[in-house]
């Protein structure tokens, strides 16, 4: 089984501290995604890798940054984090070859910008 | 642009009775749907997928899809609620060109009534 981890399920941070959301998946997939989820917005896609080093801009990608140093590692960033940041963080991963894409998710992380 | 709308915020049903959680789609050229579920606290785990042949597809935990093209439609149903049917449901859409992002309707809630 596909198992993509994040390593924190809550966390809590002040506004303009530095905030790194890590990501880390065990099935070679090539694809990684950031999400946020808002009550009444869904999922809106953050910021996608293709490959290592490779790094798009999503919907949404203000105020963010992603890295992808390593295949299975991929961390968001907040640079300065802001109360509007407060929200539920998704990641997730793919296998590239499969154009039919099934996406499998983390638990999530719960952030709190206060 | 590919688009999801899922039209209802929540659906209420009883235990027992037959559900249907609607998701209508725009995209130009074929479609690939997918349906995902979100238990509270809990990453989203993905449930099925339409990708070409018959349209109705089946998935885990003894759901189904209907893919309707003339409506643009892809409602996911089962003949019988259970309690632990109660979640988060998301519909998502993306076409043949590999380069365009799944797109995730904003989620419909699913309570099962005892």
């Known amino acids: 089984d596909v198992k993509v981890t994040q390593s924190s399920r809550y966390l809590v941070k002040r506004t303009g501290e530095k905030v790194f959301l890590e990501c880390v998946q065990d099935m070679d997939h090539e694809n990684m995604f950031w999400y946020r989820q808002d009550p009444g917005l869904g999922l809106r896609l953050i910021y996608f890798?293709?490959?290592?080093?490779?790094?798009e801009k999503g919907d949404i990608p203000e105020g963010y940054s992603v890295s992808r140093e390593k295949k299975e590692r991929f961390s968001l960033i907040l640079e300065s984090a802001s109360t509007n940041q407060t929200s539920m963080y998704l990641c997730?991963?793919?296998?590239?070859?499969?154009?039919?894409?099934?996406?499998?998710f983390g638990p999530g992380t719960r952030l709190t910008v206060l | 642009a590919q688009s999801v709308a899922q039209p209802e915020d929540q659906v209420n049903v009883a235990e027992g009775n037959p559900l249907t959680v609607k998701c209508t789609y725009s995209v130009s050229g074929n479609p690939y749907l997918f349906w995902y579920v979100q238990y509270p606290n809990r990453g989203l785990q993905f449930l099925l997928k339409y990708i070409t042949g018959d349209n109705l597809v089946k998935g885990s935990y003894g759901f189904e899809a209907e893919f309707n093209k003339s409506q643009t439609s892809f409602h996911l149903k089962k003949p019988s609620a259970l309690v632990s049917d109660s979640a988060l449901y998301f519909c998502a859409v993306r076409a043949l060109n590999r380069d365009d992002k799944i797109i995730f309707g904003k989620g419909t809630r699913l309570h099962i009534l005892p």
């Open positions: 997730a991963s793919s296998q590239l070859a499969t154009v039919t894409d099934t996406q499998y």
């Open positions: 890798s293709y490959d290592v080093k490779m790094k």
